[in-house]
């Protein structure tokens, strides 16, 4: 049965305008009205992000919705925790062939998850009829000229990836199947699993963004391919990039999914890993492991930041020629 705009919002997203870590103090108005009203606290700065996902595009056709509702909040999460951000709220622009309950349910518990982990409030939106298609736009605080920055970083500065990259872009391969240009699956289907939530359900590296501020001079989300994301974060930053190939970490699903050089292709321009790369002093690397800590997570040293502009792939010592740019598969680039 096909639920009218009103009856929709009040059943499957009135309920996420009430999550919230910050429902009591930032928010005098929220869904219901015409615009939401928001207070920034004082000395903060508002950071703002949007992303759209569309089916066929950014998600297979026939995507589990809960994990389109993930994905949607996720990346934009990815972006202001780039920026050294804390999420406060979002708005939901989503256009549906059909108001239907087995799409609405799934993808509301989905962003409903992952915002309420993240302690995220949904404040307004718009429905309408159309191709699948969802936006969210999301607004967080942080505290004045403390923001990190894509162009901060100095010749000589270590280059740092949380986590490990690649895995998403096999977990893709592996959602599309080898029939489809993707990848039949490995003799373990708990680490084939594994790969294929990194792609359908990505964590955001929101807490890890908040702790490197004041002490990373550049940062970066992975989510276009680390190659690409971390020769950006280069170039605003007026540098070049010596990234190591064998210092790249790769996961060890990832590791037995795949032959070494399909490995490090996934780990170099595969999108949508969500990762942060960004670039530390060297005289500040010891105050790097209480950040990480803060962080929840592991981050591995994946090069350096040079003076020469460009970017430099060592394999064994060896320059190599620079890999493919990353891009979505989806994206067709
Ligand atoms: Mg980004």
Same mark, same amino acid.
């Given at each position: 049965?096909?639920?009218?705009?009103?009856?929709?919002?009040?059943?499957?997203?009135?309920?996420?305008?009430?999550?919230?870590?910050?429902?009591?103090?930032?928010?005098?108005?929220?869904?219901?009205?015409?615009?939401?009203?928001?207070?920034?606290?004082?000395?903060?700065?508002?950071?703002?992000?949007?992303?759209?996902?569309?089916?066929?595009?950014?998600?297979?056709?026939?995507?589990?919705?809960?994990?389109?509702?993930?994905?949607?909040?996720?990346?934009?999460?990815?972006?202001?925790?780039?920026?050294?951000?804390?999420?406060?709220?979002?708005?939901?622009?989503?256009?549906?062939?059909?108001?239907?309950?087995?799409?609405?349910?799934?993808?509301? +518990?989905?962003?409903?998850?992952?915002?309420?982990?993240?302690?995220?409030?949904?404040?307004?939106?718009?429905?309408?009829?159309?191709?699948?298609?969802?936006?969210?736009?999301?607004?967080?605080?942080?505290?004045?000229?403390?923001?990190?920055?894509?162009?901060?970083?100095?010749?000589?500065?270590?280059?740092?990836?949380?986590?490990?990259?690649g895995?998403?872009a096999?977990?893709?391969?592996?959602?599309?199947?080898?029939?489809?240009?993707?990848?039949?699956?490995?003799?373990?289907?708990?680490?084939?699993?594994?790969?294929?939530?990194?792609?359908?359900?990505?964590?955001?590296?929101?807490?890890?963004?908040?702790?490197?501020?004041?002490?990373?001079?550049?940062?970066?989300?992975?989510?276009?391919g680390?190659?690409?994301?971390?020769?950006?974060?280069?170039?605003?930053?007026?540098?070049?990039?010596?990234?190591?190939? +064998?210092?790249?970490?790769?996961?060890?699903?990832?590791?037995?999914?795949c032959t070494p050089v399909q490995a490090l292709d996934f780990a170099l321009s595969g999108?949508?890993?969500?990762?942060?790369?960004?670039?530390?002093?060297?005289?500040?690397?010891?105050?790097?492991?209480?950040?990480?800590? +803060?962080?929840?997570?592991?981050?591995?040293?994946?090069?350096?930041?040079?003076?020469?502009?460009?970017?430099?792939?060592?394999?064994?010592?060896?320059?190599?020629?620079?890999p493919r740019?990353?891009?979505?598969?989806?994206?067709?680039?």
């Amino acid at each position: 049965m096909s639920l009218g705009e009103f009856d929709l919002i009040d059943r499957y997203f009135r309920p996420l305008g009430r999550d919230g870590a910050h429902a009591a103090d930032g928010v005098p108005l929220g869904i219901g009205d015409d615009a939401a009203l928001l207070v920034v606290e004082p000395g903060c700065q508002l950071v703002a992000a949007i992303d759209t996902l569309v089916e066929g595009r950014h998600f297979l056709r026939g995507c589990d919705p809960r994990s389109i509702g993930h994905r949607a909040l996720a990346v934009n999460l990815s972006d202001i925790a780039a920026m050294g951000g804390r999420p406060d709220w979002y708005l939901l622009a989503l256009t549906l062939p059909e108001s239907v309950a087995s799409f609405l349910e799934p993808f509301a +518990a989905g962003l409903g998850a992952l915002g309420g982990r993240h302690g995220v409030r949904l404040v307004g939106g718009d429905t309408t009829a159309g191709p699948l298609t969802v936006s969210v736009q999301l607004l967080g605080q942080v505290p004045a000229g403390l923001a990190l920055r894509r162009s901060g970083g100095r010749p000589g500065d270590r280059v740092f990836v949380s986590g490990t990259t690649g895995d998403a872009a096999a977990g893709l391969a592996l959602e599309r199947g080898a029939g489809a240009g993707g990848l039949d699956g490995s003799a373990d289907p708990v680490s084939d699993a594994w790969l294929r939530r990194r792609f359908l359900f990505p964590e955001p590296r929101v807490a890890l963004g908040q702790a490197l501020r004041g002490l990373a001079t550049a940062c970066i989300d992975v989510s276009d391919g680390l190659a690409t994301d971390a020769a950006k974060l280069a170039a605003s930053s007026g540098c070049g990039l010596r990234l190591e190939a +064998a210092s790249l970490p790769l996961s060890s699903a990832l590791r037995s999914l795949c032959t070494p050089v399909q490995a490090l292709d996934f780990a170099l321009s595969g999108g949508d890993d969500y990762e942060l790369c960004f670039a530390i002093p060297p005289d500040c690397l010891d105050r790097l492991p209480a950040a990480l800590a +803060a962080g929840g997570v592991e981050a591995t040293c994946i090069g350096e930041l040079t003076a020469a502009p460009g970017l430099v792939l060592l394999r064994d010592g060896h320059p190599t020629p620079a890999p493919r740019p990353g891009h979505d598969h989806f994206r067709g680039g």
